[in-house]
């Protein structure tokens, strides 16, 4: 099945961009028909989907983080790529890398809690 890892940095400064991998094993990110996404749960509040980007190299974005959200992947590495650019205390949260959309269920990885400080 597929396992999802997220990793990056766990504190970033005010006004830096945050950068995550999704490392994936089990499935192709390019052959695989899931949208490999990006969700964060700040404290206190629900699950916030971020953007996502398709098998085929298609992104999709939360039109209220657009301006500041971009994904992209190696498909060298079987990985996809989360930045979030103007972070501020506002954007702490866990992280969740995930395929999403499959014809069967979704996969989510354990998460990764980032922490804007300076």
């Known amino acids: 099945q597929v396992q999802l890892q997220e990793s990056g940095p766990g504190l970033v400064k005010p006004s830096q961009t945050l950068s995550l991998t999704c490392t994936v094993s089990?499935?192709?990110?390019?052959?695989?028909?899931?949208?490999w996404s990006w969700i964060r749960q700040r404290p206190g509040k629900g699950l916030e989907w971020l953007g996502a980007?398709?098998?085929?190299?298609?992104?999709y974005y939360n039109p209220s983080l657009k301006t500041r959200t971009s994904t992209s992947r190696d498909t060298s590495k079987n990985q996809f790529t989360l930045q979030l650019s103007s972070v501020t205390p506002e954007d702490t949260a866990v992280y969740y890398c995930?395929?999403?959309?499959?014809?069967?269920?979704?996969?989510w990885g354990q998460g990764t809690q980032v922490t804007i400080s300076s």
């Open positions: 089990g499935g192709s990110i390019t052959t695989d028909v899931y949208y």
């Open positions: 980007i398709a098998y085929d190299g298609s992104t």
């Open positions: 995930a395929a999403q959309g499959g014809a069967t269920r979704d996969y």
